[in-house]
């Protein structure tokens, strides 16, 4: 059985980690503890109403009303920074597979053009910049 959360001292924590006057890493620390093997779900489920009832936004049965609003970026800010780098290190990734015949001619475009590591680099980041995705 999971243990159960205190919610008034991950209010507590949640309230003071949106505040500017205290540390936010210490804040996040707490709420990592308070949180110990809770998942996103469950952190999601507290966090978010907190954020809306702290910056005035709708959160209503689980979903955000302005999906643009500042309060749910900072609810999902420090969703990440509770649950810290390696929480998804668990979640099998989907393979993405690519025609082989694009790979391959980008590839030989790549090579073609004698690149170093560093314009390779750059090229990876201006094509990230210049194409978006619907």
Do not use: H
């Amino acid at each position: 059985m999971a243990k159960a959360l205190n919610i008034n001292a991950i209010t507590t924590a949640v309230n003071k980690a949106f505040k500017a006057d205290v540390t936010y890493d210490e804040q996040v620390a707490i709420l990592q503890r308070e949180f110990k093997g809770a998942d996103r779900a469950a952190i999601k489920d507290i966090v978010c109403p907190l954020a809306a009832k702290k910056y005035g936004a709708e959160y209503v049965d689980g979903k955000w009303v302005d999906s643009l609003c500042a309060a749910k970026r900072y609810a999902n800010r420090l969703i990440v920074a509770i649950m810290g780098e390696t929480s998804n290190a668990s979640e099998p990734k989907a393979e993405v597979r690519l025609p082989k015949a694009l790979v391959s001619s980008i590839t030989d475009e790549i090579i073609g053009a004698g690149l170093t590591k560093a314009q390779f680099d750059a090229l990876l980041t201006q094509l990230k910049a210049a194409i978006t995705f619907k």
